[in-house]
Protein backbone atom coordinates (compact mmCIF):
# COMPACT_ATOMS: atom_id res chain seq x y z
CA UNK A 1 0.00 0.00 0.00
CA UNK A 2 1.28 3.62 -0.88
CA UNK A 3 2.65 4.60 2.42
CA UNK A 4 0.79 7.44 4.73
CA UNK A 5 2.84 9.04 7.30
CA UNK A 6 1.36 10.44 10.36
CA UNK A 7 3.79 13.44 10.93
CA UNK A 8 2.34 15.37 13.87
CA UNK A 9 -0.24 14.88 16.81
CA UNK A 10 -1.61 17.01 19.77
CA UNK A 11 -3.47 15.76 22.72
CA UNK A 12 -5.32 18.52 25.03
CA UNK A 13 -6.49 16.60 27.85
CA UNK A 14 -6.92 17.24 31.67
CA UNK A 15 -3.04 16.12 31.68
CA UNK A 16 -1.91 19.02 29.40
CA UNK A 17 -2.33 20.94 25.76
CA UNK A 18 0.49 18.97 23.89
CA UNK A 19 1.42 15.27 23.38
CA UNK A 20 4.18 15.76 25.18
CA UNK A 21 2.73 16.82 27.73
CA UNK A 22 0.39 14.33 28.38
CA UNK A 23 2.94 11.73 27.90
CA UNK A 24 5.10 13.03 30.48
CA UNK A 25 1.88 12.57 32.81
CA UNK A 26 1.29 8.88 31.51
CA UNK A 27 4.97 8.18 32.30
CA UNK A 28 4.38 9.94 35.71
CA UNK A 29 1.68 7.53 36.36
CA UNK A 30 -1.03 11.01 36.49
CA UNK A 31 -4.78 10.29 36.15
CA UNK A 32 -6.50 13.61 35.50
CA UNK A 33 -9.94 11.68 37.05
CA UNK A 34 -11.17 12.95 39.79
CA UNK A 35 -14.65 14.33 41.39
CA UNK A 36 -15.96 17.99 40.40
CA UNK A 37 -18.67 19.73 42.66
CA UNK A 38 -19.72 21.77 39.96
CA UNK A 39 -23.55 22.51 40.14
CA UNK A 40 -23.31 24.12 36.06
CA UNK A 41 -22.14 20.22 34.81
CA UNK A 42 -24.13 18.04 37.35
CA UNK A 43 -26.51 18.71 40.34
CA UNK A 44 -24.53 16.37 42.49
CA UNK A 45 -20.47 15.63 42.55
CA UNK A 46 -19.09 13.48 39.51
CA UNK A 47 -16.30 12.17 38.78
CA UNK A 48 -15.11 13.56 35.11
CA UNK A 49 -11.35 14.19 33.70
CA UNK A 50 -11.69 18.15 32.62
CA UNK A 51 -9.60 20.53 30.58
CA UNK A 52 -7.99 23.17 32.61
CA UNK A 53 -10.28 26.14 31.47
CA UNK A 54 -7.67 29.44 33.01
CA UNK A 55 -5.42 27.78 31.19
CA UNK A 56 -7.88 27.11 27.94
CA UNK A 57 -8.46 30.53 28.02
CA UNK A 58 -4.68 31.80 28.80
CA UNK A 59 -3.38 29.61 25.70
CA UNK A 60 -6.30 30.43 23.69
CA UNK A 61 -5.03 34.11 23.53
CA UNK A 62 -1.91 33.60 22.43
CA UNK A 63 -2.89 31.55 19.81
CA UNK A 64 -5.22 34.68 18.91
CA UNK A 65 -1.88 36.83 18.94
CA UNK A 66 0.30 33.96 16.82
CA UNK A 67 -2.91 33.89 13.68
CA UNK A 68 -2.80 37.65 14.22
CA UNK A 69 -6.51 37.66 14.92
CA UNK A 70 -8.38 40.20 17.16
CA UNK A 71 -8.89 39.63 21.05
CA UNK A 72 -12.42 38.29 20.36
CA UNK A 73 -11.90 34.99 22.65
CA UNK A 74 -15.53 35.44 23.66
CA UNK A 75 -17.03 34.57 20.02
CA UNK A 76 -15.42 31.13 20.06
CA UNK A 77 -17.44 28.37 21.98
CA UNK A 78 -15.12 25.50 24.58
CA UNK A 79 -14.65 23.32 21.83
CA UNK A 80 -13.89 26.08 19.20
CA UNK A 81 -10.85 27.19 21.48
CA UNK A 82 -9.86 23.60 21.99
CA UNK A 83 -9.98 22.71 18.82
CA UNK A 84 -8.51 25.70 17.30
CA UNK A 85 -5.88 25.55 19.89
CA UNK A 86 -5.10 21.86 19.19
CA UNK A 87 -4.69 22.01 15.14
CA UNK A 88 -2.51 25.00 15.94
CA UNK A 89 -0.10 22.99 17.73
CA UNK A 90 -0.23 19.84 15.65
CA UNK A 91 0.83 22.06 12.28
CA UNK A 92 3.34 24.39 14.16
CA UNK A 93 6.53 24.20 11.87
CA UNK A 94 5.34 22.02 9.21
CA UNK A 95 4.91 22.58 5.51
CA UNK A 96 1.73 23.41 5.99
CA UNK A 97 -0.14 26.00 3.49
CA UNK A 98 -3.16 27.07 4.49
CA UNK A 99 -4.62 27.54 0.48
CA UNK A 100 -3.26 24.46 -0.08
CA UNK A 101 -5.98 22.74 -2.49
CA UNK A 102 -4.93 19.24 -1.79
CA UNK A 103 -4.93 19.90 1.98
CA UNK A 104 -8.63 18.41 3.89
CA UNK A 105 -9.54 19.10 7.28
CA UNK A 106 -11.35 16.43 8.61
CA UNK A 107 -13.08 16.98 11.99
CA UNK A 108 -14.67 13.91 14.26
CA UNK A 109 -16.77 14.96 17.40
CA UNK A 110 -20.16 13.74 18.74
CA UNK A 111 -22.22 15.95 20.10
CA UNK A 112 -19.82 19.33 19.05
CA UNK A 113 -20.92 22.51 20.29
CA UNK A 114 -24.08 20.73 22.35
CA UNK A 115 -23.37 23.21 25.12
CA UNK A 116 -25.03 26.13 23.26
CA UNK A 117 -28.77 24.32 24.12
CA UNK A 118 -28.18 25.48 27.55
CA UNK A 119 -29.84 28.50 28.23
CA UNK A 120 -26.73 30.73 29.36
CA UNK A 121 -25.32 30.55 26.00
CA UNK A 122 -28.81 30.84 23.45
CA UNK A 123 -28.27 34.80 23.59
CA UNK A 124 -24.42 34.65 23.17
CA UNK A 125 -23.82 32.79 20.24
CA UNK A 126 -25.94 32.37 16.65
CA UNK A 127 -28.25 29.22 16.70
CA UNK A 128 -26.86 28.00 13.67
CA UNK A 129 -22.94 27.32 15.51
CA UNK A 130 -24.89 23.71 17.64
CA UNK A 131 -24.60 22.49 13.18
CA UNK A 132 -21.72 20.34 13.46
CA UNK A 133 -20.83 21.66 9.79
CA UNK A 134 -20.76 25.48 10.94
CA UNK A 135 -18.29 24.53 14.03
CA UNK A 136 -16.37 23.23 11.08
CA UNK A 137 -16.29 25.98 9.64
CA UNK A 138 -15.47 28.36 12.14
CA UNK A 139 -12.01 26.15 12.28
CA UNK A 140 -11.86 26.02 9.01
CA UNK A 141 -12.38 29.94 8.39
CA UNK A 142 -9.53 30.36 11.85
CA UNK A 143 -6.94 28.66 9.56
CA UNK A 144 -8.07 29.65 6.30
CA UNK A 145 -8.06 25.98 4.92
CA UNK A 146 -9.78 26.12 1.20
CA UNK A 147 -11.69 22.81 1.36
CA UNK A 148 -15.08 22.40 2.91
CA UNK A 149 -14.05 19.92 5.65
CA UNK A 150 -15.54 16.51 6.12
CA UNK A 151 -17.31 15.68 9.06
CA UNK A 152 -18.06 12.55 10.85
CA UNK A 153 -20.25 12.14 13.44
CA UNK A 154 -20.43 8.27 14.43
CA UNK A 155 -20.41 7.43 18.13
CA UNK A 156 -16.80 6.96 19.99
CA UNK A 157 -15.38 5.65 17.02
CA UNK A 158 -15.85 8.87 14.88
CA UNK A 159 -11.98 9.23 15.58
CA UNK A 160 -10.59 6.40 14.55
CA UNK A 161 -13.35 6.25 11.17
CA UNK A 162 -11.70 9.64 10.86
CA UNK A 163 -8.09 8.52 10.52
CA UNK A 164 -9.35 5.51 8.08
CA UNK A 165 -11.09 7.98 5.98
CA UNK A 166 -7.83 10.16 5.92
CA UNK A 167 -5.68 7.60 5.08
CA UNK A 168 -8.05 6.52 2.55
CA UNK A 169 -8.13 10.02 1.05
CA UNK A 170 -4.72 10.35 1.06
CA UNK A 171 -4.09 7.25 -0.79
CA UNK A 172 -6.20 7.68 -3.61
CA UNK A 173 -4.39 10.80 -4.67
CA UNK A 174 -7.09 13.23 -3.70
CA UNK A 175 -5.03 15.02 -1.24
CA UNK A 176 -1.83 15.62 -0.13
CA UNK A 177 -2.71 16.51 3.46
CA UNK A 178 -5.10 15.65 5.49
CA UNK A 179 -5.31 17.75 9.30
CA UNK A 180 -7.60 15.34 11.18
CA UNK A 181 -9.42 16.75 14.63
CA UNK A 182 -11.38 15.48 17.29
CA UNK A 183 -13.52 16.83 20.05
CA UNK A 184 -15.87 16.82 22.60
CA UNK A 185 -16.28 18.76 25.70
CA UNK A 186 -18.28 17.37 28.96
CA UNK A 187 -21.53 18.96 29.52
CA UNK A 188 -24.50 18.32 31.18
CA UNK A 189 -26.24 16.80 28.22
CA UNK A 190 -23.97 13.93 28.40
CA UNK A 191 -23.36 13.67 31.95
CA UNK A 192 -27.09 13.31 32.33
CA UNK A 193 -27.54 10.84 29.88
CA UNK A 194 -24.42 8.21 30.45
CA UNK A 195 -25.53 8.60 34.47
CA UNK A 196 -29.20 7.95 33.16
CA UNK A 197 -27.98 4.89 31.54
CA UNK A 198 -26.27 4.26 35.42
CA UNK A 199 -23.01 3.70 33.15
CA UNK A 200 -20.88 6.11 35.47
CA UNK A 201 -18.12 4.77 37.39
CA UNK A 202 -18.35 6.46 40.93
CA UNK A 203 -14.57 6.46 41.18
CA UNK A 204 -11.89 7.07 38.61
CA UNK A 205 -12.88 4.25 35.86
CA UNK A 206 -10.92 1.02 35.74
CA UNK A 207 -10.75 -0.60 32.77
CA UNK A 208 -10.48 -4.26 32.60
CA UNK A 209 -10.24 -4.45 35.89
CA UNK A 210 -12.51 -7.10 38.28
CA UNK A 211 -13.92 -4.00 39.39
CA UNK A 212 -14.79 -1.60 37.41
CA UNK A 213 -18.13 -0.29 37.69
CA UNK A 214 -18.37 2.19 34.11
CA UNK A 215 -16.97 4.72 32.57
CA UNK A 216 -15.33 7.85 33.41
CA UNK A 217 -16.12 10.66 31.34
CA UNK A 218 -13.54 13.52 29.97
CA UNK A 219 -13.53 16.55 27.60
CA UNK A 220 -10.57 16.43 25.20
CA UNK A 221 -9.51 17.47 21.72
CA UNK A 222 -6.39 15.73 19.76
CA UNK A 223 -5.02 16.50 16.22
CA UNK A 224 -3.10 14.15 13.87
CA UNK A 225 -1.31 15.71 10.50
CA UNK A 226 -1.22 12.86 7.97
CA UNK A 227 0.63 13.31 4.73
CA UNK A 228 1.75 11.23 1.43
CA UNK A 229 5.21 13.03 1.95
CA UNK A 230 7.76 11.05 3.67
CA UNK A 231 9.53 12.64 6.60
CA UNK A 232 12.82 14.30 6.72
CA UNK A 233 15.47 11.65 6.89
CA UNK A 234 16.30 10.97 10.52
CA UNK A 235 13.21 11.33 11.90
CA UNK A 236 11.27 8.54 12.84
CA UNK A 237 8.02 8.04 10.76
CA UNK A 238 5.10 6.24 11.63
CA UNK A 239 3.17 5.01 8.74
CA UNK A 240 -1.31 4.72 9.02
CA UNK A 241 -1.89 1.38 7.69
CA UNK A 242 -4.37 -0.94 7.06
CA UNK A 243 -8.28 -0.08 8.62
CA UNK A 244 -11.51 -1.32 8.64
CA UNK A 245 -15.09 -0.69 10.20
CA UNK A 246 -17.50 -3.10 10.52
CA UNK A 247 -21.01 -3.49 12.68
CA UNK A 248 -22.49 -5.85 15.44
CA UNK A 249 -25.52 -5.60 13.83
CA UNK A 250 -27.21 -6.53 17.36
CA UNK A 251 -28.15 -3.26 19.88
CA UNK A 252 -28.31 0.32 19.51
CA UNK A 253 -26.35 0.56 23.11
CA UNK A 254 -25.00 -2.53 23.88
CA UNK A 255 -22.16 -3.87 22.41
CA UNK A 256 -21.85 -7.66 20.47
CA UNK A 257 -22.15 -10.60 22.78
CA UNK A 258 -19.51 -12.63 20.80
CA UNK A 259 -16.70 -9.77 19.86
CA UNK A 260 -16.54 -11.01 16.08
CA UNK A 261 -17.53 -8.34 14.51
CA UNK A 262 -14.81 -5.85 16.74
CA UNK A 263 -12.43 -9.12 15.45
CA UNK A 264 -13.43 -9.20 12.22
CA UNK A 265 -12.63 -5.42 12.15
CA UNK A 266 -8.97 -6.19 13.72
CA UNK A 267 -8.75 -8.97 11.16
CA UNK A 268 -9.57 -6.97 8.37
CA UNK A 269 -6.94 -4.49 9.04
CA UNK A 270 -4.48 -6.85 9.52
CA UNK A 271 -4.84 -8.31 6.54
CA UNK A 272 -5.06 -5.05 4.56
CA UNK A 273 -1.78 -3.97 6.13
CA UNK A 274 -0.30 -7.24 4.31
CA UNK A 275 0.73 -8.49 8.22
CA UNK A 276 -0.59 -10.96 10.53
CA UNK A 277 -1.46 -11.26 13.91
CA UNK A 278 1.75 -12.51 15.43
CA UNK A 279 3.29 -8.73 13.79
CA UNK A 280 1.10 -6.67 16.39
CA UNK A 281 3.58 -5.65 19.18
CA UNK A 282 0.44 -3.62 21.05
CA UNK A 283 -3.16 -2.96 21.08
CA UNK A 284 -4.65 0.30 22.30
CA UNK A 285 -7.77 -0.91 23.47
CA UNK A 286 -10.86 1.33 23.64
CA UNK A 287 -11.08 -0.04 26.98
CA UNK A 288 -14.14 2.32 28.51
CA UNK A 289 -14.51 -0.08 31.51
CA UNK A 290 -18.10 -0.81 31.55
CA UNK A 291 -18.75 -4.58 32.46
CA UNK A 292 -19.79 -5.53 28.92
CA UNK A 293 -17.55 -3.09 26.49
CA UNK A 294 -14.54 -4.49 28.15
CA UNK A 295 -15.77 -7.90 28.24
CA UNK A 296 -16.58 -8.04 24.53
CA UNK A 297 -13.25 -6.26 23.19
CA UNK A 298 -11.54 -9.14 25.33
CA UNK A 299 -12.99 -11.56 23.35
CA UNK A 300 -12.59 -10.10 20.25
CA UNK A 301 -9.10 -10.05 21.14
CA UNK A 302 -8.87 -13.52 22.19
CA UNK A 303 -11.05 -14.98 18.95
CA UNK A 304 -8.01 -12.77 17.14
CA UNK A 305 -5.95 -15.02 18.52
CA UNK A 306 -3.76 -12.23 20.23
CA UNK A 307 -3.88 -12.94 23.77
CA UNK A 308 -0.98 -12.48 24.67
CA UNK A 309 -0.22 -9.38 22.77
CA UNK A 310 -0.02 -6.21 25.47
CA UNK A 311 -2.56 -4.22 25.65
CA UNK A 312 -4.18 -1.00 27.31
CA UNK A 313 -6.09 1.68 27.90
CA UNK A 314 -5.68 5.19 28.11
CA UNK A 315 -8.94 5.87 29.74
CA UNK A 316 -8.20 5.48 33.39
CA UNK A 317 -5.63 8.87 32.56
CA UNK A 318 -8.07 10.98 30.60
CA UNK A 319 -11.59 9.21 31.01
CA UNK A 320 -13.84 8.84 27.91
CA UNK A 321 -13.34 11.89 25.49
CA UNK A 322 -15.93 10.66 22.82
CA UNK A 323 -15.17 11.73 19.64
CA UNK A 324 -12.05 12.91 20.33
CA UNK A 325 -10.77 9.05 21.87
CA UNK A 326 -9.98 8.19 18.80
CA UNK A 327 -7.53 10.95 17.74
CA UNK A 328 -5.97 11.57 21.06
CA UNK A 329 -5.60 7.27 21.91
CA UNK A 330 -3.81 7.08 18.35
CA UNK A 331 -1.27 10.56 19.10
CA UNK A 332 -0.85 8.94 22.40
CA UNK A 333 -0.01 5.31 20.88
CA UNK A 334 2.72 7.29 18.24
CA UNK A 335 4.05 8.82 21.02
CA UNK A 336 4.10 4.88 22.39
CA UNK A 337 6.18 3.93 18.97
CA UNK A 338 8.55 6.91 18.84
CA UNK A 339 9.80 6.00 22.43
CA UNK A 340 9.29 2.33 22.58
CA UNK A 341 7.37 2.40 25.54
CA UNK A 342 4.04 0.96 26.45
CA UNK A 343 2.28 2.79 29.09
CA UNK A 344 0.60 1.25 31.97
CA UNK A 345 -3.07 0.95 31.95
CA UNK A 346 -4.52 2.92 34.74
CA UNK A 347 -7.05 1.46 37.05
CA UNK A 348 -6.41 -1.83 35.92
CA UNK A 349 -4.78 -4.24 39.25
CA UNK A 350 -7.03 -7.49 38.98
CA UNK A 351 -8.16 -9.44 35.41
CA UNK A 352 -11.55 -8.79 35.18
CA UNK A 353 -12.58 -10.27 31.82
CA UNK A 354 -13.29 -14.00 30.93
CA UNK A 355 -10.80 -14.25 28.02
CA UNK A 356 -6.71 -14.15 29.21
CA UNK A 357 -5.71 -11.02 27.48
CA UNK A 358 -2.20 -9.14 28.47
CA UNK A 359 -3.47 -6.15 29.89
CA UNK A 360 0.17 -3.69 30.71
CA UNK A 361 0.49 -3.33 34.53
CA UNK A 362 4.18 -1.70 34.86
CA UNK A 363 5.09 1.12 31.81
CA UNK A 364 7.95 -0.99 30.06
CA UNK A 365 10.62 -0.11 27.45
CA UNK A 366 10.83 -2.44 24.59
CA UNK A 367 10.78 -2.06 20.63
CA UNK A 368 7.10 -1.00 19.65
CA UNK A 369 6.85 -1.19 15.48
CA UNK A 370 3.61 -2.76 14.77
CA UNK A 371 -0.16 -1.59 16.94
CA UNK A 372 -3.44 -1.75 16.50
CA UNK A 373 -5.66 1.01 17.90
CA UNK A 374 -9.55 -0.37 17.94
CA UNK A 375 -13.17 1.44 19.29
CA UNK A 376 -16.09 0.49 19.55
CA UNK A 377 -19.46 2.45 20.12
CA UNK A 378 -23.02 3.31 20.67
CA UNK A 379 -24.88 2.06 17.58
CA UNK A 380 -22.97 -1.31 17.20
CA UNK A 381 -20.18 0.04 15.43
CA UNK A 382 -16.03 -0.74 15.81
CA UNK A 383 -12.86 0.60 14.58
CA UNK A 384 -9.61 -0.76 13.88
CA UNK A 385 -6.55 0.37 12.19
CA UNK A 386 -3.16 -0.33 11.92
CA UNK A 387 0.27 1.73 12.62
CA UNK A 388 3.83 0.49 11.34
CA UNK A 389 7.08 2.00 11.70
CA UNK A 390 8.47 3.22 8.39
CA UNK B 1 -19.34 -2.69 -14.87
CA UNK B 2 -19.59 0.87 -13.32
CA UNK B 3 -20.93 0.97 -9.97
CA UNK B 4 -24.82 1.33 -10.43
CA UNK B 5 -27.95 2.19 -8.12
CA UNK B 6 -30.22 -0.73 -8.36
CA UNK B 7 -32.58 0.93 -6.01
CA UNK B 8 -33.62 4.43 -4.29
CA UNK B 9 -35.92 5.58 -2.18
CA UNK B 10 -37.23 9.13 -1.70
CA UNK B 11 -38.87 11.27 0.96
CA UNK B 12 -40.32 14.99 0.47
CA UNK B 13 -42.89 17.16 0.13
CA UNK B 14 -45.13 14.43 1.37
CA UNK B 15 -44.63 12.31 -1.11
CA UNK B 16 -43.12 8.81 -0.82
CA UNK B 17 -41.22 7.54 -3.96
CA UNK B 18 -40.18 3.78 -4.20
CA UNK B 19 -37.76 3.20 -7.77
CA UNK B 20 -39.30 5.97 -9.75
CA UNK B 21 -42.56 4.69 -8.38
CA UNK B 22 -45.03 7.20 -5.94
CA UNK B 23 -46.46 4.81 -3.49
CA UNK B 24 -47.73 7.30 -0.57
CA UNK B 25 -48.59 11.20 -0.63
CA UNK B 26 -49.96 13.31 2.45
CA UNK B 27 -50.60 16.40 0.66
CA UNK B 28 -50.93 18.69 3.79
CA UNK B 29 -48.20 17.25 6.42
CA UNK B 30 -49.36 17.78 10.33
CA UNK B 31 -46.58 15.99 12.20
CA UNK B 32 -43.91 13.71 11.05
CA UNK B 33 -45.12 11.43 13.52
CA UNK B 34 -48.75 10.96 12.25
CA UNK B 35 -47.06 11.02 8.42
CA UNK B 36 -44.70 8.11 9.32
CA UNK B 37 -47.02 6.14 10.94
CA UNK B 38 -50.03 6.39 8.05
CA UNK B 39 -47.17 5.04 5.84
CA UNK B 40 -45.98 2.40 8.26
CA UNK B 41 -49.88 1.49 8.30
CA UNK B 42 -50.11 1.09 4.63
CA UNK B 43 -46.98 -0.54 4.12
CA UNK B 44 -48.19 -3.15 6.42
CA UNK B 45 -44.57 -3.18 8.11
CA UNK B 46 -44.35 -4.99 11.27
CA UNK B 47 -41.57 -4.16 13.62
CA UNK B 48 -42.40 -3.62 17.42
CA UNK B 49 -38.76 -2.01 17.74
CA UNK B 50 -39.40 0.37 15.34
CA UNK B 51 -42.31 2.61 18.09
CA UNK B 52 -39.33 2.96 20.40
CA UNK B 53 -37.21 4.93 17.80
CA UNK B 54 -36.80 8.76 17.28
CA UNK B 55 -37.93 10.65 14.37
CA UNK B 56 -34.11 9.95 12.69
CA UNK B 57 -34.43 6.36 13.15
CA UNK B 58 -37.49 5.59 11.83
CA UNK B 59 -37.27 8.05 8.71
CA UNK B 60 -33.85 6.06 7.90
CA UNK B 61 -35.41 2.36 8.88
CA UNK B 62 -38.27 3.18 6.92
CA UNK B 63 -36.63 4.27 3.55
CA UNK B 64 -34.25 1.05 4.65
CA UNK B 65 -37.39 -1.20 4.51
CA UNK B 66 -38.63 0.11 1.38
CA UNK B 67 -35.30 0.19 -0.48
CA UNK B 68 -34.62 -3.32 0.08
CA UNK B 69 -38.02 -4.75 0.24
CA UNK B 70 -37.62 -6.71 -2.65
CA UNK B 71 -34.02 -7.79 -2.11
CA UNK B 72 -32.89 -11.23 -1.57
CA UNK B 73 -30.33 -10.84 1.28
CA UNK B 74 -28.68 -13.91 0.79
CA UNK B 75 -27.31 -11.80 -2.34
CA UNK B 76 -24.67 -10.27 -0.49
CA UNK B 77 -21.92 -11.93 1.61
CA UNK B 78 -21.98 -10.98 5.15
CA UNK B 79 -20.25 -7.94 6.04
CA UNK B 80 -19.89 -7.02 2.61
CA UNK B 81 -22.72 -4.51 2.37
CA UNK B 82 -21.89 -1.11 3.80
CA UNK B 83 -24.01 1.90 5.47
CA UNK B 84 -22.75 5.45 4.68
CA UNK B 85 -25.40 8.11 5.57
CA UNK B 86 -25.37 12.00 5.79
CA UNK B 87 -27.49 14.60 7.25
CA UNK B 88 -27.18 18.10 8.03
CA UNK B 89 -28.40 18.59 11.60
CA UNK B 90 -26.69 15.15 12.56
CA UNK B 91 -29.05 14.15 16.04
CA UNK B 92 -30.38 17.49 17.37
CA UNK B 93 -34.24 16.87 16.75
CA UNK B 94 -33.55 14.59 20.11
CA UNK B 95 -30.48 16.37 21.26
CA UNK B 96 -33.33 19.10 22.04
CA UNK B 97 -36.00 16.65 23.36
CA UNK B 98 -33.28 15.64 25.70
CA UNK B 99 -31.64 19.44 26.81
CA UNK B 100 -35.68 20.06 27.66
CA UNK B 101 -35.46 17.06 30.17
CA UNK B 102 -32.90 18.80 31.85
CA UNK B 103 -33.70 22.42 31.61
CA UNK B 104 -35.23 22.18 35.44
CA UNK B 105 -33.50 20.67 38.21
CA UNK B 106 -36.54 20.32 40.29
CA UNK B 107 -37.99 18.65 37.13
CA UNK B 108 -34.99 16.23 36.31
CA UNK B 109 -35.80 13.38 34.23
CA UNK B 110 -33.21 12.60 31.87
CA UNK B 111 -33.91 8.84 30.29
CA UNK B 112 -32.01 6.48 28.39
CA UNK B 113 -34.19 5.49 26.03
CA UNK B 114 -34.26 9.27 24.23
CA UNK B 115 -30.27 9.70 24.98
CA UNK B 116 -29.12 6.64 22.92
CA UNK B 117 -30.59 8.47 20.14
CA UNK B 118 -28.55 11.20 20.52
CA UNK B 119 -25.87 10.20 18.34
CA UNK B 120 -26.74 10.53 14.70
CA UNK B 121 -25.50 6.99 13.98
CA UNK B 122 -27.87 5.31 15.57
CA UNK B 123 -30.26 5.27 12.70
CA UNK B 124 -26.78 3.13 11.28
CA UNK B 125 -27.25 0.66 13.68
CA UNK B 126 -31.15 0.25 13.67
CA UNK B 127 -30.75 -0.33 9.77
CA UNK B 128 -27.97 -2.93 10.36
CA UNK B 129 -29.56 -4.97 13.16
CA UNK B 130 -32.93 -5.17 11.01
CA UNK B 131 -30.90 -6.99 8.07
CA UNK B 132 -28.22 -8.20 9.48
CA UNK B 133 -25.50 -5.62 8.30
CA UNK B 134 -22.05 -6.03 9.30
CA UNK B 135 -20.05 -4.04 6.75
CA UNK B 136 -18.90 -0.72 7.08
CA UNK B 137 -20.16 2.40 8.66
CA UNK B 138 -20.18 6.19 8.42
CA UNK B 139 -22.80 9.25 9.64
CA UNK B 140 -21.29 12.29 7.68
CA UNK B 141 -22.86 16.09 7.82
CA UNK B 142 -22.64 18.67 5.81
CA UNK B 143 -24.87 21.79 5.58
CA UNK B 144 -26.86 20.77 2.41
CA UNK B 145 -27.03 17.77 0.87
CA UNK B 146 -23.36 16.55 -0.57
CA UNK B 147 -23.65 14.45 -3.31
CA UNK B 148 -20.11 15.10 -4.09
CA UNK B 149 -18.87 13.94 -0.81
CA UNK B 150 -21.35 10.74 -0.75
CA UNK B 151 -20.07 9.66 -3.93
CA UNK B 152 -16.52 9.55 -3.19
CA UNK B 153 -17.01 7.85 0.23
CA UNK B 154 -18.89 5.10 -1.31
CA UNK B 155 -17.39 4.88 -4.61
CA UNK B 156 -14.08 4.42 -2.58
CA UNK B 157 -15.23 1.70 -0.35
CA UNK B 158 -16.53 -0.08 -3.32
CA UNK B 159 -13.56 0.64 -5.61
CA UNK B 160 -11.22 -0.62 -2.96
CA UNK B 161 -12.64 -3.51 -1.57
CA UNK B 162 -14.45 -2.33 1.40
CA UNK B 163 -17.74 -3.43 0.51
CA UNK B 164 -19.40 -4.50 -2.94
CA UNK B 165 -22.61 -2.72 -2.00
CA UNK B 166 -23.89 0.32 0.07
CA UNK B 167 -26.72 1.53 0.57
CA UNK B 168 -26.10 5.12 0.98
CA UNK B 169 -28.06 8.37 1.63
CA UNK B 170 -29.13 11.61 2.94
CA UNK B 171 -31.79 11.38 6.44
CA UNK B 172 -32.27 14.60 7.63
CA UNK B 173 -35.36 15.72 10.47
CA UNK B 174 -35.46 18.10 12.53
CA UNK B 175 -39.29 18.71 14.12
CA UNK B 176 -41.81 18.32 11.35
CA UNK B 177 -39.51 18.93 8.19
CA UNK B 178 -37.51 15.97 6.64
CA UNK B 179 -36.07 15.14 3.72
CA UNK B 180 -34.38 11.87 2.70
CA UNK B 181 -32.91 9.81 -0.23
CA UNK B 182 -31.55 6.55 0.06
CA UNK B 183 -29.90 4.46 -2.90
CA UNK B 184 -28.52 1.08 -2.68
CA UNK B 185 -25.45 1.61 -4.56
CA UNK B 186 -23.49 -1.92 -5.90
CA UNK B 187 -20.13 -2.30 -7.75
CA UNK B 188 -21.36 -5.10 -9.98
CA UNK B 189 -25.60 -4.36 -11.01
CA UNK B 190 -25.33 -7.94 -12.42
CA UNK B 191 -27.41 -9.26 -9.45
CA UNK B 192 -29.96 -7.24 -9.98
CA UNK B 193 -30.97 -7.57 -13.12
CA UNK B 194 -33.94 -9.93 -12.01
CA UNK B 195 -35.72 -6.84 -10.96
CA UNK B 196 -38.02 -5.64 -14.07
CA UNK B 197 -39.37 -2.56 -12.25
CA UNK B 198 -36.37 -0.39 -12.29
CA UNK B 199 -33.18 -0.24 -14.45
CA UNK B 200 -30.04 1.09 -12.68
CA UNK B 201 -28.70 4.25 -13.30
CA UNK B 202 -24.99 4.55 -13.18
CA UNK B 203 -23.71 5.62 -9.98
CA UNK B 204 -22.45 9.01 -10.09
CA UNK B 205 -22.94 12.85 -8.48
CA UNK B 206 -25.15 14.20 -11.14
CA UNK B 207 -27.37 11.00 -10.75
CA UNK B 208 -27.24 10.93 -7.20
CA UNK B 209 -28.59 15.51 -7.40
CA UNK B 210 -31.05 14.20 -10.17
CA UNK B 211 -32.43 11.85 -7.42
CA UNK B 212 -32.91 14.08 -5.05
CA UNK B 213 -34.69 16.41 -7.32
CA UNK B 214 -36.51 15.22 -9.71
CA UNK B 215 -38.67 13.26 -7.63
Known amino acids: MKPIYAISENIISSLGFTATENTNGLLNGKTGIAVHHDNVLYPNPVVLSLIDTNKLEHSFKAVLDKYKKEHNAGSYTRLEKMLILSISDAIQGLPVRKDDKKLILILSTTKGNIDLLEDRYTAKFDHKRIYLWALASVIRDFFGFVNTPLIISNACISGVIALIKASRLLRSGKFNYAIVAGGDIATEFVISGFQSFQALSPEPCKPFDLNRKGLSLGEGCGTIVLTINPPETGTSGILIDGGAVTNDANHISGPSRTGEELSLAMNSAINESGIVNTDIDYISAHGTATPYNDEMEAKAISLSRMNGVPVNSFKGYWGHTLGAAGIIESAALIRSMKSNCLFRSAGFETPGVTETINVITETTYKPVNTCLKTASGFGGCNAALVFQKA | ?215
Open chain 2, 1 to 215: MDKQITAYTYFGEGKVVVNKRLIFYQEKIATFAEFIKSLYKQEQLSYPKFYKMDSLSKLGFISAELLLRNENPGRFKPGSLAVVLANSSSSLDTDLAHQESIRNRSAYFPSPSVFVYTLANIVIGEICIRHGLKGENAFLVSEKFNAGQLEEYVSDLLDNNHAEACICGWVEILGNNFKALMALVEKDGSGAALKTEFAPLPFTEAAMNDLMKVN
